[in-house]
């Protein structure tokens, strides 16, 4: 699983042998600029929908629930889910456990199927303080069990799992029957997942658990400064792209 934010990104992905693609709320950060995805919002999650949807992958699409649109009620959560899935996801993502139990319930009775996430979910890294890894003390550890499974039973057909320590992301997806993605919890799951800005080398900042597999930020800034070359020294455009008026 990767993320994707945009029509280019999508249609690569729809020629590759991924599974699934997520427009995660980290879009946020990547692709809008802010410090953290709390600014997220249904407009801006619906419009990356559907961008993504417009490429037609036949990878199984995800979307986000970003900040306040599922926490508030039920009711609006429901509502809010439907709209990603008119936009064209074929599940929705929310963060949190077992207190989300009843809003899972709602959204998947609705017809909606619906991807948990537990660990370090973003939305709340003001309430954890700050970005880091989950499950050092028992009672997180505790928790982070007991949230998967009353997750499980709510009716998530997915969980992501991040940045815990990679035995507690072991035996979570020894217990459930539903399978486990990680990111920055160890290969123990049944998937992994990876910001796709991370693993193309475009983020300012990558986090430890991810893997950049080539530089693009090096090859588009050569680009650029071979652009400029070029037209400074009138070797763009050439012959071949413009047109002439015959005479």
């Not at 003001?126 to 499950?135: A, D, E, N, V, Y």
């Not at 050092?136 to 998967?148: A, V």
């Amino acid at each position: 699983m990767l993320t994707a934010y945009d029509y280019p990104t999508a249609k690569i992905i729809s020629n590759t042998g991924l599974d699934s693609i997520l427009v995660g709320d980290s879009l946020g950060m990547v692709v809008l600029g802010y410090a953290n995805t709390l600014n997220v919002t249904m407009r801006d999650m619906i419009s990356h929908t559907r961008a993504v949807a417009r490429a037609n992958p036949p990878q199984l699409i995800v979307a986000d629930m970003p900040f306040l649109s599922y926490e508030i009620d039920t009711k609006s959560a429901v509502k809010n889910a439907g709209l990603l899935v008119k936009a064209g996801s074929d599940a929705i993502k929310l963060e949190g456990g077992e207190e989300m139990k009843d809003t899972v319930k709602a959204i998947v009775k609705a017809g909606i199927p619906v991807m948990g996430h537990i660990g370090l979910t973003p939305q709340r890294f003001l309430r954890l303080g700050g970005f880091r890894t989950i499950g050092k003390t028992k009672q997180e550890e505790d928790q982070l069990i007991k949230d998967s499974l009353e997750l499980e039973d709510a009716g998530v057909f997915s969980l992501v799992i991040e940045n815990t320590y990679v035995d507690i992301a072991k035996r979570i997806t020894e217990k459930l029957n539903i399978p486990t993605i990680c990111i920055g919890a160890g290969p123990y799951c049944d998937g992994q997942v990876l910001v796709i800005n991370d693993l193309l080398g475009l983020s300012e900042f990558t986090p430890y658990f991810a893997k950049s597999y080539v530089n693009l930020k090096e090859i588009i800034s050569n680009a650029i400064n071979q652009y400029i070359i070029d037209v400074k020294n009138n070797k763009f455009p050439e012959k071949q792209h413009y047109k002439e008026r015959e005479s």
